[in-house]
């Protein structure tokens, strides 16, 4: 297939940290690679084709392979030293902390 792809993802905010989860069935932590760049977190990753059996007759073929790429953009600033991901049982969480001072604010119309 080698097509782009386009993986399930939950992104939340609470208590001051962003949570990103991605779904990456199949795939090792190896495939993936997290970025953050001007407010923007991206995810990217490959996903291997398994081969073909031969002299198999598929019914149904569902699995998806091949390039992908996810970019979130974060209302506010996070602290780069404070982001952990894991990857686990083909979820990825990445925990992002917001910058102090980064609060929001209600501002008054007059």
Do not use: H, V
């Given at each position: 297939m080698g097509e782009e792809w386009t993986p399930s993802v939950d992104l939340s905010?609470?208590?001051?940290?962003?949570?990103?989860?991605?779904e990456l069935p199949g795939m090792t932590k190896d495939d993936i690679s997290v970025t953050y760049e001007d407010g923007v977190v991206t995810i990217t990753g490959k996903k291997e084709s398994k081969k073909e059996e031969e002299g198999a007759d598929y019914y149904v073929r569902e699995s998806r392979?091949?390039?992908?790429?996810r970019s979130f953009r974060l209302p506010t600033a996070i602290d780069e030293t404070k982001v952990d991901a894991q990857f686990k049982d083909g979820v990825l969480t990445v925990f992002m902390t917001k910058k102090e001072g980064e609060k929001?604010?209600?501002i008054d119309i007059k």
């Open positions: 905010e609470k208590e001051g940290k962003y949570t990103l989860k991605a392979y091949g390039s992908f790429s929001t604010r209600k």
